[in-house]
Each structure stands twice: as structure tokens, then as C-alpha cells.
């Protein structure tokens, strides 16, 4: 049996690289962001959308791929709304993509859904509107349930907690949501991810044959800063001389105790970011070399596979990276979404990425 997906709000594709590797076939991806957009089809053989979600209908996208069944939807909405970091009010104009998401499960009348967020999602300053989207969802006949994951505990090397809605037609058995998988609880740690990559070149150039691995500069005092902080450690092992201002206090007065911080290899990583190409945003210090760690080690991280391609600039290609699902983790609960769908084991291993086209907004204006 075919199962039929596609994944809005696609990013990288590190969602759909866990589908598809899990058997699912991938209708297409949608994404706005022009970067992300043209990463996917670098990537993926089906179709990516460069269009705003809120443009899109059901018809649009069946009749754009092809088909009259898509079994199911899922996607990561932007989550900078409800990040726990945010500072100013709640309400944020990226809020509404998570009814976006919620509409378009409803006019695919898709078998089930999994949508992706920050653990924001389910605290204060989401709580209006995991309301109003699992009313929507319940209204048209899904059972709607969450459950927060820390990508650890499915295999990744990284601590990463992100919390999953997922639901299914109401009249169908529950959906077991997978179980945690690391046996006897080892991790796998940093150096289990990068400990085998070669130091990057001093002179900031790449790797030879892998452009991601190269030496982010470092200002001379974030130099002598990185020299100072252990395997581990971060802006506290500074003296308070080389603290900047806002941190001379310490960290259990003013938090932020990760930030200038090194990675320990013994461990899984700390969660990689949008901003994981500077140290001083976080705990992304190479573990025994004096600078940060690259766009290579932070892919190595999040579990994409190093012949997987990223368009744009450092800045923006750390963005792609770390707003992903981890591929690993994705394909650990896409295995048993598959299996759910059609009864079958899953191949848990479907073909594997290769180059795709991109279809610019130009080409379809708004999808009707």
C-alpha cells in the first residue's frame, strides 16, 4: 500500500527525510521562506511549494501532485511565537500557522496528522490557541492527543524537548505513540555524532569536499574566552573580567549559564538552535578545540546525513539546521505512523533523497 504525505511548513525536510525514509511517499513539500524552499529541492525528487500556507487549499495541492488521497500532513509551524525565551506580549502574527496547519489536516480529510513545536506551545502563552486547534480538529472528527519528547531518548545525540500533536479519525484504534528507545539508557553522545570528522582548516577555509565544515571567525576576546571554558562549561568558568557586563552577576542570579558554553562529549548535546553558529548564543564550543563547532558538526547533530545539501548563507544555513526535526527522530515516528496506516511493517529505510526541482510561486499564484 501507498501511503501518501505531505509535509507544510517543510523547512530543511528533515520531517519528511524521516517519512520517507520510513516508506512514506512525500506528495510535496511547502514552505515560504525562499532558502528553505530551494535547500528542499536540492534534496527531495517530488515538488516543493515556495508559497505562504495561508494560500494554499486542499484542491490546490491534490491537483497539483496528482493525486486524490493524501493519508497524511504534517509540519513544524514557526515557533519563535512560543518559545519560552520570547520577551513582549503573547500574541504573535506566526501564531496562526498552527490553525493553519489545523485547517488544511481538515480539508485533506487526512487519515491522521503529526504537527512539531517548542514545549512553549503548551504552556500560558499557548493556551488559547491549543484550544481553538484542537477544537477545530475535534470538530471534524479526529482524536487529538500530545506528547512531549526529548529527541535523547529516540537516539539522537542531542537533548532536544519538542512536543508532538498527532491524531487520527475518530473510529480508528489509538495511535501508540512510539516509545523512548535508547536501550540500557546510553545515549548517544556528541563525540558519538563528530568524533570521527577531521579539524576543519585554520584558515576559516572548508574542508576540502565538505563546505559546511569550516571555522566560524572569532572576535580576539571570544578567543581568549573559549581558551578558558572546559569540556562542558560555559560563561560561569569565565573570570569576571571576561564576563560581558550583563553576566558579571552569575548565572543563578541572572540565568543564561549556558551561553559561551562548550560542548561535553560525553553527552548528548545541548539543543541546537537557529543561532548554534555562535558559542556566546549557547552551549556550541567544540569540545576540545578552541573554536565553535561548524555547520558540518551542528548537521551531525541534528542527524541529517552529510550528502544532504543546504542552500544559503552560514547564517542562514544554521537556521535551516537547527529549526529541523531531527531526521532520526522523525523516522522513529513516521515508522510507526506507517504502520498504523496500513497494517504492513515498515521498510523503515524508503528511497533515498536525490535532487528535485522547485516551484516558485510564479508558477501557481495562489493554490484554489
Known amino acids: 500500500m501507498t501511503v501518501h504525505a505531505v509535509d507544510v511548513f517543510c523547512g530543511a525536510g528533515g520531517l519528511s527525510l524521516g ?7 512525500l506528495l510535496c513539500g511547502v514552505d515560504s521562506w525562499s532558502v528553505a524552499a530551494a535547500t528542499y529541492a536540492m534534496n527531495f525528487a517530488h515538488p516543493v511549494l515556495d508559497t505562504d500556507v495561508a494560500l494554499l487549499t486542499a484542491d490546490g495541492i491534490m491537483r497539483h501532485c496528482g493525486t486524490e488521497r493524501v493519508d497524511a500532513v504534517v509540519g513544524g509551524p514557526p515557533c519563535q511565537g512560543f518559545s519560552v525565551q520570547r520577551i513582549g506580549p503573547d500574541s504573535d502574527i506566526r501564531n496562526n500557522l498552527v490553525l493553519e496547519f489545523a485547517r488544511l489536516v481538515r480539508e485533506l480529510d487526512a487519515s491522521m496528522f503529526l504537527m512539531e513545536n517548542v514545549p ?3 504552556g500560558k502563552r499557548g493556551q488559547r490557541l491549543v484550544s481553538a486547534f ?4 475535534t470538530d471534524a472528527g479526529y482524536e487529538v492527543e500530545a506528547r512531549i519528547v526529548n529527541a535523547a531518548e529516540y537516539g539522537v545525540p542531542q537533548s532536544r524537548r519538542r512536543v508532538f500533536y498527532y491524531g487520527w479519525k475518530h473510529g480508528r484504534e489509538p495511535f501508540r505513540f512510539p516509545p523512548p528507545g535508547c536501550g540500557n539508557g546510553r545515549f548517544r553522545t556528541v563525540w558519538d ?14 574542508l576540502p569536499g565538505d563546505p ?6 572569532l572576535a580576539p576576546i571570544n578567543q581568549e574566552r573559549i581558551r578558558l571554558i572546559p569540556p562542558g562549561g560555559g560563561m ?3 573570570p569576571a573580567e571576561l564576563r560581558v557586563n550583563c553576566h558579571k552577576k552569575g548565572a543563578a542570579e541572572i540565568g543564561h549559564r549556558y551561553v559561551y558554553g562548550r560542548l561535553a562529549p560525553d553527552r548528548p548535546a545541548a539543543t541546537i538552535t537557529a543561532r548554534f553558529d555562535s558559542f556566546t548564543r549557547g552551549r556550541f564550543g567544540h569540545p576540545y578545540e578552541h573554536r565553535n563547532i561548524t555547520l558540518r558538526e551542528g548537521a551531525r547533530l541534528q542527524t541529517f ?3 544532504f545539501r543546504f542552500a ?5 544555513i544554521a537556521a535551516l539546521i537547527g529549526n529541523a526535526v531531527p531526521p532520526l527522530l522523525a523516522e522513529r515516528i513516521a515508522v510507526a505512523m506507517y504502520v498504523y496506516l496500513t497494517g504492513a511493517a515498515s521498510s523503515a529505510r524508503g528511497p533515498s533523497v536525490s535532487t528535485g526541482r522547485q516551484l516558485e510561486q510564479s508558477d501557481h499564484g495562489r493554490m484554489m
Open 19 to 25: 517519512m520517507q525514509r520510513a516508506g512514506f511517499n
Open 120 to 122: 512553549g506551545l503548551v
Open 134 to 137: 484542537e477544537a477545530q480538529l
Open 193 to 206: 555524532a563528530i568524533g570521527d570528522l577531521p579539524s576543519p582548516p585554520a584558515d576559516h577555509s572548508p
Open 212 to 217: 559546511l565544515h569550516r571555522r566560524t571567525r
Open 236 to 238: 560561569e568558568d569565565l
Open 305 to 307: 546525513p552529510d550528502d
Open 312 to 316: 544559503g548563507t552560514q547564517e542562514e
